[in-house]
T-cell receptor, first 108, second 112 residues
Framework: QQPVQSPQAVILREGEDAVINCSSSKALYSVHWYRQKHGEAPVFLMILLKGGEQKGHDKISASFNEKKQQSSLYLTASQLSYSGTYFCGTEIWDKIIFGKGTRLHILP | DAGVIQSPRHEVTEMGQEVTLRCKPISGHNSLFWYRQTMMRGLELLIYFNNNVPIDDSGMPEDRFSAKMPNASFSTLKIQPSEPRDSAVYFC??????????FGSGTRLTVV
């Protein structure tokens, strides 16, 4: 039931792009994306609802393919502040089940 | 808006003791969730409430864990008796329906 995220970890240089994938074995109502910095709480980035829409948030955007039960998070021209662990959360029956996270480290 | 407020921030207790974690959700948010985070298991949903009513407690590990939400502005998660394997960061989160979750700062629990 827990969504699967890939890759588990990414190391980038500032300015490079990254893609984080999230897939589920269950039919999804929506997908959430969060970022957590070390020692802090997860912070909501965006929610994608059924309909395959793509959303953007500064240079961070995401897509949701409900037929494939997959979502991807795109980070463009990464900044040092993007470092952290990214979690996707799949909404099933009004509750969110989170993946194990993707650790992203940005080097200057 | 002060956000979701959790207390205490850190708790160190001895095995067998009772532990109570507290959470004040954002006013107007009708759903409240308790999660536990460990390196091994990630973010696990323990229980969630909607309009103060427990909806799904299937994630509560065992009978030693209990949660209440006596009113819209307060919830507790109690562990009695506590065990070393309960050591984790416990997060409370709230949301109005259909929106993203706002997490509290968490309570880091250490059971020795």
């Amino acid at each position: 039931q827990q969504p699967v995220q890939s890759p588990q970890a990414v190391i980038l240089r500032e300015g490079e792009d990254a893609v984080i994938n999230c897939s589920s074995s269950k039919a999804l109502y929506s997908v959430h994306w969060y970022r957590q910095k070390h020692g802090e709480a997860p912070v909501f980035l965006m929610i994608l609802l059924k309909g395959g829409e793509q959303k953007g948030h500064d240079k961070i955007s995401a897509s949701f393919n409900e037929k494939k039960q997959q979502s991807s998070l795109y980070l463009t021209a990464s900044q040092l502040s993007y470092s952290g662990t990214y979690f996707c959360g799949t909404e099933i029956w009004d509750k969110i089940i989170f993946g194990k996270g993707t650790r992203l480290h940005i080097l200057p | 808006d002060a956000g979701v407020i959790q207390s205490p921030r850190h708790e160190v207790t001895e095995m067998g003791q009772e532990v109570t974690l507290r959470c004040k959700p954002i006013s107007g948010h009708n759903s409240l969730f308790w999660y536990r985070q460990t390196m091994m298991r990630g973010l696990e949903l323990l229980i969630y409430f909607n309009n103060n009513v427990p909806i799904d407690d299937s994630g509560m590990p065992e009978d030693r864990f209990s949660a209440k939400m006596p009113n819209a502005s307060f919830s507790t998660l109690k562990i009695q008796p506590s065990e070393p394997r309960d050591s984790a960061v416990y997060f409370c989160a709230s949301t109005p329906e259909g929106y993203g979750y706002t997490f509290g700062s968490g309570t880091r629990l250490t059971v020795v």
